[in-house]
T-cell receptor, first 113, second 116 residues
């Protein structure tokens, strides 16, 4: 099956700093990648859809200036949490779509102190 | 907008027994995909099974099968011969297209416990 990686798996940062999370499709090209947020014991909420070579499409209520998404190549999308605050602490998951199926990365746990 | 409802926050089943997880959804579309994902403690999302709405036959993957009732908008997951490794959160998901963009909408999940 298709493999999606995320890096880092865990990150702890100070309030006010920016954090970048990478999502890579390892064995296939993905024109579209997705970024989700999952709160403890909750479901996945789609934050944005990342399209290679164009601007990301953000879901209602997601601040595009706070969660910067770049999809510079067919195998890499990045999510940058700018000026992070404790309320941004969460589990962030990316996925990539191929053959009518989304394959998920292992997730990144972000803790903002 | 599509909604996905999982009415069972928690379920438990004896090892080797069968359990059914419920899922209902709301849509006005006629062609779509439905999925069941498993999220074990590692939190890696794993596809369990998928169903294409235009196919009348229920999907089956080894011990996992679905009961897809299109008119009732119901999509339940049956796990036969439950194993300890089946313990996880299970999410039902609906795939739609919003202005050409694919979108997965997840239910709230069912935590499945396997009793040895």
């Amino acid at each position: 099956g298709a493999v999606v990686s995320q890096h880092p798996s865990r990150v702890i940062c100070k309030s006010g700093t920016s954090v970048k999370i990478e999502c890579r499709s390892l064995d296939f090209q993905a024109t579209t990648m997705f970024w989700y947020r999952q709160f403890p014991k909750k479901s996945l909420m789609l934050m944005a859809t990342s399209n290679e070579g164009s601007k990301a499409t953000y879901e209602q209520g997601v601040e595009k200036d706070k969660f910067l998404i770049n999809h510079a190549s067919l195998t890499l999308s990045t999510l940058t949490v700018t000026s992070a605050h404790p309320e941004d602490s969460s589990f962030y998951i990316c996925s990539a779509s191929i053959h009518n199926e989304q394959f998920f990365g292992p997730g990144t746990r972000l803790t903002v102190l | 907008a599509q909604t996905v409802t999982q009415s069972q926050p928690e379920m438990s089943v004896q090892e080797a027994e069968t359990v059914t997880l419920s899922c209902t959804y709301d849509t006005s579309e006629s062609d779509y995909y439905l999925f069941w994902y498993k999220q074990p403690p590692s939190r890696q999302m794993i596809l369990v099974i998928r169903q294409e709405a235009y196919k009348q036959q229920n999907a089956t993957e080894n011990r996992f099968s679905v009961n897809f009732q299109k008119a009732a908008k119901s999509f339940s997951l049956k796990i036969s011969d439950s194993q300890l490794g089946d313990a996880a959160m299970y999410f039902c998901a609906y795939r739609s297209f919003d202005f050409g963009n694919e979108k997965l909408t997840f239910g709230t999940g069912t935590r499945l416990t396997i009793i040895p």
